[in-house]
C-alpha cells in the first residue's frame, strides 16, 4: 500500500533548495574572512604627523632609500 500524501510541495522543495545554499554561501563567506592578511598597522603609525610634516629628514628634501640588504650566502 502506498502513502498517497507523499509528494512533497513546492515550498517544502524551495526550503530544502535554499537552506543548503544559504549555508553554503555563508561557509565559504567565513572562509574568505578568515583566510584575509591581517591590516599592515605600521603602515598607519609611519605617516607623518603636523610637527615632521615639514621637517626633511638628514636636510634632504627626497625621502632616503633603505639600506641594501646583504643576501646570507
Given at each position: 500500500?502506498?502513502?498517497v500524501n507523499s509528494a512533497l510541495s513546492?515550498?517544502?522543495?524551495?526550503?530544502?533548495?535554499?537552506?543548503?545554499l544559504a549555508l553554503l554561501c555563508g561557509w565559504?563567506?567565513?572562509?574568505f574572512i578568515v583566510a584575509r592578511e591581517p591590516r599592515a598597522h605600521?603602515?598607519?603609525?609611519?605617516w607623518p604627523t603636523a610637527e615632521?610634516?615639514?621637517a626633511t629628514?638628514?636636510?634632504q628634501d627626497?625621502?632616503?632609500e633603505p639600506p641594501a640588504r646583504r643576501l646570507a650566502a
Open positions: 500500500m502506498s502513502n513546492v515550498w517544502q522543495l524551495v526550503i530544502m533548495a535554499v537552506v543548503p565559504i563567506i567565513t572562509i605600521a603602515a598607519v603609525t609611519a615632521t610634516a615639514g629628514v638628514g636636510g627626497q625621502p632616503m
